[in-house]
């Protein structure tokens, strides 16, 4: 089956302006995750959506990020404006919804690299 | 923050068992053990989960304790392209909801040697 497909796969940017990552998850998933891995970290969630509600969104700068899962699919990330230390490579993962065989899976991460 | 400890890196030699250990001693009775990789520039990679028995798949094997409060992933003939930091946590038995997350800490990077 096609895995979690994120692009763009790499961005630069200058400081102060915005961007946005777009990924479309596994079909079928309810459950899709958006993760921020800082160099030398583990993935930190940022914002989990099932269907096309917020779960949890606690970790997220909600002064200047902002998601979306329109329809309960694809869902885009925006930063708006960006920050050096927003500088990270941003996962998306999603997985079913239930008690068995609910791992998520990965998508290869959007590298962000603001300047 | 992340409920288990792992040790910060270890070294394996190609073709031997890798062992790599985690403590969670404060995981609850509908928590399971997930472990999984994470290979230098791709997203985490899931490996095997269990509860209580020890699970094996065409992957690795787990172990865990009688009490749950540690366990250890078995990559049995480990290979270079199993180089990887490796990470392991603790999730709810049941999906949906915000403690469902996969909370991930700093892992262990695991070299394999030729």
């Known amino acids: 089956e096609a895995g979690v497909a994120q692009s763009p796969r790499y961005k630069i940017i200058e400081k102060r302006q915005s961007v946005a990552f777009w990924c479309n998850p596994i079909?079928?998933?309810?459950?899709l995750y958006w993760y921020q891995q800082i160099l030398g970290q583990g993935p930190k969630l940022l914002i989990q959506?099932?269907?096309?509600?917020?779960?949890?969104d606690s970790q997220l700068p909600k002064d200047r990020f902002s998601a979306e899962r329109l329809k309960g699919v694809d869902s885009t990330l925006k930063i708006q404006p960006a920050k050096l230390e927003d500088s990270a490579v941003y996962l998306c993962?999603?997985?079913?919804?239930?008690?068995?065989?609910?791992?998520?899976?990965f998508g290869q991460g959007t590298r962000l690299t603001v300047v | 923050d992340a409920k288990t400890t792992q040790p910060p890196s270890m070294d394996c030699a190609e073709g031997r068992a890798a062992n790599l250990p985690c403590n969670h001693s404060t995981i609850s009775g509908n928590e399971y053990v997930y472990w999984y990789r994470q290979i230098h520039s791709q997203g985490p990679q899931y490996i095997i989960h269990?509860?209580?028995n020890n699970e094996t798949n065409e992957m690795a094997s787990l172990i865990i304790t009688e009490d749950r409060k540690s366990s250890t992933l078995i990559l049995p003939h480990a290979t270079l392209r199993d180089t990887a930091v490796y990470y392991c946590i603790v999730r709810p038995r049941n999906s949906g909801g915000s403690n469902y997350k996969l909370t991930f800490g700093k892992g262990t990077l695991l070299t394999v040697n030729p």
């Open positions: 269990g509860l209580k």
């Open positions: 959506f099932q269907n096309n509600g917020v779960v949890d």
């Open positions: 079909s079928g998933h309810a459950t």
């Open positions: 993962a999603s997985s079913l919804v239930g008690t068995q065989g609910t791992e998520a899976f």
